[in-house]
């Protein structure tokens, strides 16, 4: 069997996850079983692995599900709580105390709050923070999903308290031989040489998250404005420049000096202390404040509808 058609058979279960989740709006509990009946047969069939690896790999596979499921639960968990016990009102008028401005809002709340989320939970649980945050205090739910979903980028290489490298890359080139010998040829360990490694993500990451929340700030401007306007996503560059490097700086220099554990969370920790009051004073922001259009003219796809179900029946 040639390269080409082994690369397309390894391929085949990512593509049944696109088809019939993006395609075909699948719900995921129905899409990723079969996903995982194909991978079982290609793997049985195709590369002739034992139906014992098979199971040992589906039961590590369940386990790994069950460790992020137990790290989302506490993310979820809080969200709860402070929902019934009001706190969500709290930081609804605490947002509008330090800015109206829905821009100021979203770099606050989805970069620099979401941020401190993954770099403490990971797992992507800032979707499921950050955004019902949003939702919360006044922000259409495809544009809080969206904001929260662009800000999984920089933050995510050091999400989990540093997971990705302390597990992920260590997984995939610990005892490799090329990677045994190179340390031997350098005279290095291999911990010194995963928090190189961290360093230089780090370093590559900080340029390109300073950028992040003047991304997420003109998406949604243009998307989600009145306008449909970039230049109104754009007029808070200075604000949405700073706010990154706030982030981004200590986020460099942590991941360079300290090691892979807690970039994300001392970047966002220290981007907020910063930000938050000094977005308070108006420092750096634009004359006129950005809002969304009224919300009896949001498009349906904007308010999703479980929420629009939700909402008729309480009223």
């Given at each position: 069997m040639s390269f080409g058609i082994?690369?397309?058979l390894a391929l085949l279960p990512i593509i049944s996850v696109f088809g019939l989740?993006?395609?075909f709006r699948w719900p995921a509990t129905r899409a990723m079983p079969i996903a995982y009946l194909i991978t079982c047969f290609l793997a049985f069939t195709v590369w002739k692995v034992p139906f014992s690896q098979l199971a040992a790999a589906s039961i590590d596979g369940l386990l790994t599900a069950a460790s992020i499921l137990y790290i989302i639960l506490g993310a979820i968990l809080l969200l709860n709580l402070q929902q019934e016990s009001g706190a969500i009102f709290s930081i609804r008028k605490s947002m509008f105390l330090i800015s109206p401005d829905r821009r100021a809002q979203a770099i606050i709340i989805a970069f620099l709050f979401g941020s401190f989320i993954e770099g403490s939970a990971g797992f992507g649980t800032p979707a499921a923070v950050a955004a019902p945050l949003l939702v919360a205090i006044g922000f259409p739910a495809m544009a809080a999903v969206m904001v929260s979903l662009i800000i999984q980028s920089t933050c995510v290489s050091f999400g989990a308290v540093g997971t990705p490298i302390l597990i992920g890359v260590n997984?995939?080139?610990s005892g490799q031989v090329e990677v045994v010998n190179y340390l031997s040829a350098h005279n290095l360990d291999f911990a010194s040489y995963l928090n190189s490694i961290g360093g230089k993500v780090a370093i590559i990451h900080g340029i390109t998250g300073t950028l992040i929340p003047i991304i997420l700030v003109i998406m949604m401007t243009r998307f989600f404005g009145q306008?449909?306007?970039?230049?109104?996503?754009?007029?808070?560059?200075?604000?949405?420049l700073f706010a990154g490097l706030c982030f981004t700086v200590p986020y460099t220099l942590t991941g360079v000096f300290l090691g892979p554990e807690?970039?994300?969370?001392?970047?966002?920790?220290?981007?907020?202390?910063?930000?938050v009051p000094l977005a308070k004073i108006g420092f750096l922001m634009p004359r006129k404040v950005w809002d969304f259009p009224a919300k009896e003219t949001w498009p349906q796809d904007w308010i999703g509808q479980e929420i629009e179900e939700r909402h008729d029946s309480e009223s």
């Open positions: 082994l690369a397309l989740i993006v395609l997984a995939g080139l306008k449909r306007s970039w230049k109104e996503g754009l007029s808070i560059l200075p604000f949405a807690f970039p994300s969370l001392v970047g966002s920790l220290l981007g907020l202390l910063i930000v």
